[in-house]
């Protein structure tokens, strides 16, 4: 019964007192429900017997979404769905105030910061929220915004390889994590593998995702028309990054995510302005062309798994062989698709995730 928007009926008081018992995160149905989508679901439902529920007047015959180690994609994005990420802040060592949020109740998985991020915009994106929804429903997910973007503070003095793992410390820190596993992607590889070296004994893995270890300006073959590209493209960022029409941030976004439907990559435009100013935009750009980390490579002690999309536009495969061969019983995993950042419909997406939970031992 529908009277002026409210909904009555003895369905919606069992839906309400089933939300009620339903554990963290979870989804609790009636047999009645269970019936009607019989033969319609990719669910697996785990019995819970017969429940009495407040102001019911007959037990209802309980089923919980089944997380056990077969539990279906479907069923961590339904409860993944219901999760609500903590935004939280503290301070850098110089200082500057870094925005960090957990989300999800599994074994921590820290992820690094990368190329200009939203706490808050990221998560309601569509482009972005698949996949932390995906990552929630099996770990304590903890993300960042690097200084300089963000939530966290811009105006900020400092923007280094040294500072970007320094800040890292300071978010795990203040997220309460002890020994973690690291899940870097893009420039934050770097990042993590510098951070593992700096502090062996807080990591328990490495997850590299489309990362690479010396930055263009750092290659024995960048060519003088390569410099004078980034020199201009510093140039058109200056003048263009924050303006209104996204001509230029575009250039980006079809480097980044080439497959990408039209409303992702307008999408991606738009995050990329509200996440960073165009001075911060170039200052990210001159570090991470000319950051190295190759002689760190054969110091890493702890299991690293690495990943790659093999047509990747934006850096190329070679770079992730880099990272493979160069750490010491690092597995490399090779995946279809063109796109620098994963997207939903990326055929190699599912491989990503199932990748990382079973390196890391999780259903």
């Known amino acids: 019964i529908e009277d002026g928007g409210e909904i009555f009926g003895d369905g919606v ?12 995160g979870g ?20 019995e819970m017997g017969r429940q009495n529920l407040k102001n019911i007047a007959r037990p209802i015959e309980v089923f919980a979404i089944d997380l056990h180690d077969g539990a279906s994609k479907a069923a961590r994005i339904l409860t993944g769905a219901n999760l609500q990420q903590e935004i ?24 690094t910061a990368h190329w200009l991020g939203h706490l808050e915009y990221d998560w309601e994106l569509p482009i972005f929220r698949g996949l932390l929804l995906e990552l929630a429903s099996s ?20 923007i280094s390889l040294d500072h970007w793992v320094s800040d890292m410390e300071s978010v795990a820190d203040a997220a309460g994590l002890d020994r973690f596993p690291i899940l870097g992607l893009s420039q934050g590889c770097a ?8 502090h062996p004994e807080r990591v328990s893995h490495l997850i590299l995702y489309g990362g690479f270890s010396a930055g ?36 980006f976004t079809a480097s980044m995510i080439p497959t990408a439907t039209r409303e992702q990559m307008d999408a991606f ?6 996440s960073a100013s165009a001075e911060c935009a170039v200052r990210y750009l001159e570090t991470v062309i000319n950051f190295d980390v190759r002689d760190l490579l054969p110091q890493i002690k702890v299991p690293t798994l690495v990943m790659h999309v093999r047509d990747d536009r934006r850096v190329p495969i070679a770079a992730g062989r880099e990272l493979a061969a160069g750490i010491p019983g690092a597995r490399l995993v090779t995946l279809p698709g063109k796109n620098h950042i994963p997207l939903e419909q990326d055929p190699g997406l599912p491989i990503f995730l199932d990748e990382i939970r079973r390196f890391l031992g999780v259903a």
């Open 13 to 24: 008081n069992v839906a309400a007192r089933l939300e009620s018992i339903a554990p963290r």
């Open 27 to 46: 989804v609790c149905i009636s047999r009645q429900v269970l019936d009607q989508i019989e033969g319609k679901r990719k669910l697996q439902f785990r």
């Open 88 to 111: 939280r802040y503290c301070k850098a060592a110089d200082g500057v105030r870094l925005a960090f949020a957990k989300v999800g109740s599994g074994p921590p998985l820290l992820r």
């Open 139 to 158: 770990f304590s997910l903890v993300r960042f915004d690097a200084r300089g973007n963000g939530l966290s503070d811009w105006d900020v003095g400092n």
């Open 191 to 198: 990042v993590a593998i510098a951070f593992a070296i700096r």
């Open 216 to 251: 263009v300006y750092k290659s024995p073959n960048v060519t003088p028309a390569a410099r004078e590209q980034f020199d201009a493209m510093k140039t058109l960022m200056k003048l263009g990054w924050g303006a209104n029409e996204p001509t230029f941030r575009q250039l």
């Open 269 to 274: 435009n738009e995050a990329q302005r509200v």
